[in-house]
């Protein structure tokens, strides 16, 4: 929820000057987005959103996700569209940084979204795995099994100042994941982060997915798995078997699920609830004090992580 | 830089049903204000800045800042349009707090403003100045010279450890300000934080003023004392005399100042970057390590106190 790098009306006229888009009429920062800058663009000739890349995240990757939207747009998927510039590229540099500008995308994310709006979701990832089928690029998913036991190891130590149980059965779920993980799913572009601040609707209708920056090569069910975490979960951290019903059921009857990829949403569940877990846990103990980011309760997924560990077949996420 | 409070769709649905301004089409947090919480807000008829209001503002206060926006939008003015609800005020409730929607505003706020902008706001704050006088709410200044010296003994005991000599220097300027300061000049309604960021440009032409959350009614040269500050000092804090003469000339041409105000113009002008070190010193000391708040240098307007205290005519500002 921050801008990190203000940028000036001579070096916005000058990168500007780079795509055929007309003449600035104002630009605000937006308090969206933890990892970059974000700018709402007007010109004469429309609305643009402007990222300017931040340190974490890869330069050479940034093709990948401009790449990948760019697939989607014009795949019948509803993202933002990367503006060419005049020499044909998407992406240019600002303020000393990697910068692009994508087409804005009218719609609203839902703070409460209902199981109407986990049935859109879940109807619309599956077009969005359909859609990107036929793109080219690929990305390993920098966040994935490998990972995460390193990423504990740096923040295990501190973790049991923030509850007494979370060591202990953190430890439990990295071992019988790494023992249990199903290797030979379905695989394809996946978003990997679609949490409800990255979907858009108008009405109860989606509207459009944003923020494609953790979109890597991995099992589509691990998709579903962050999204049961995301989208099915109440504020007191119990499952709601409605939404999950909505959310899989919709998804399936656009792109089937194999019985492969149902036996294995548990432990792909849990597994994606640790991998936020980690995560929050990592920023939270890393974080300097006074820093803009909000930090996350990583408490939240150590009950998610419990729920997945003994749920025994996806028919308990609602799936018919 | 910062938005406090986040709103949900169904809070944001009840609110517009208020107003005539169709289908919600899209609301994104925006990076600006610290004393608020702002939203861009598309509807099928618009676009809109909704403002909740924070704790640090006084609700009877707001009909005032709402008031005069309004005055100034229908008396030739380009700020925000409050807009009217239903019920034709233009104050309402949102997540518990007092909000408001006003008109988008086009423009860009300069991040490195030159002499030709320093006497577009010249001209437009005599405009301004002029048209408020028909305007018949009043509101005390909250910050002027009584409130200095309370502000000033709740964080004196800091400054040294900011800077050795702040302490004799500001309590040398407070007494002199005490002794000298000038009680009879022409008061109307003043802007009274008319800093760039406050002013928004299309091309080299002023397109408006945007945050009136500290006008109240004070001497108009004081609004002159606080520009000369916000506008015409370098990054290295050098006081730019074309700029100066390019403010000054451009606003006497639409009000003559008269000789008491250009003889006061050098005190009111230690006052004014005595008041702004002085909110920016509180703010360094008492603002937690934490906060979403950005911390401003109180330094800074040290050394323009230092430059004001050594002028001796308001020729040496760049008045013809």
């Not at 600035?24 to 004469?44: D, K, M, P």
């Not at 990367?82 to 087409?103: F, H, I, S, W, Y």
């Not at 504990?152 to 202990?168: N, S, V």
């Not at 023992?179 to 572009?189: E, I, K, N, S």
Request: net charge negative.
């Amino acid at each position: 929820m921050a801008v990190y790098t203000d940028i000036t009306e001579s070096e916005l006229g000058a990168f500007l000057a780079g795509y055929d888009v007309g003449e600035l009429q104002s630009y605000r920062g937006i308090a969206e987005g933890v990892e970059n800058s974000n700018f709402l663009v007007h010109t004469t000739t429309g609305q643009f959103i402007l990222t300017l890349y931040e340190k974490r995240v890869n330069r050479d990757e940034l093709p990948f996700f401009l790449g990948l939207m760019q697939h989607l747009a014009t795949h019948g998927i509803s993202c933002p569209l990367p503006v060419k510039r005049r020499d044909g590229g998407t992406l240019g540099e600002l303020a000393g940084r990697p910068a692009a500008m994508v087409t804005f995308l009218e719609g609203i994310w839902l703070r409460r979204p209902q199981p109407v709006h986990c049935a859109e979701v879940g109807r619309g990832l599956a077009e969005m795995h359909l859609a990107a089928d036929s793109f080219t690029m690929t990305r390993r998913n920098g966040l994935t099994l490998e990972d995460w036991r390193p990423l504990w190891e740096k923040a295990r130590d501190h973790a049991d100042g923030i509850e007494p149980m979370l060591r202990t059965e953190t430890e439990a779920l990295l071992d019988q994941l790494e023992a249990q993980w199903p290797r030979d799913l379905p695989q394809g572009v996946i978003h990997a982060d679609l949490f409800p601040d990255n979907v858009f609707f108008l009405g109860d209708r989606l509207s459009g997915f944003i923020d494609f920056y953790f979109a890597c090569n991995d099992a589509f069910a691990y998709d579903l798995a962050v999204c049961l975490n995301a989208w099915c979960f109440e504020r007191d951290h119990a499952f709601n078997v409605t939404k999950g019903k909505a959310f899989l059921n919709a998804y399936n009857a656009v792109r089937p699920l194999t019985d492969a990829e149902v036996d294995a949403l548990p432990i792909l569940s849990a597994g994606a609830a640790l991998r936020f877990m980690l995560t929050r846990l990592y920023d939270w103990v890393m974080t300097p004090e006074g820093s803009l980011v909000v930090k996350k309760d990583p408490l939240e997924y150590l009950a998610k992580m419990r729920f997945h560990r003994q749920v025994r077949a996806a028919s308990e996420y609602g799936l018919d």
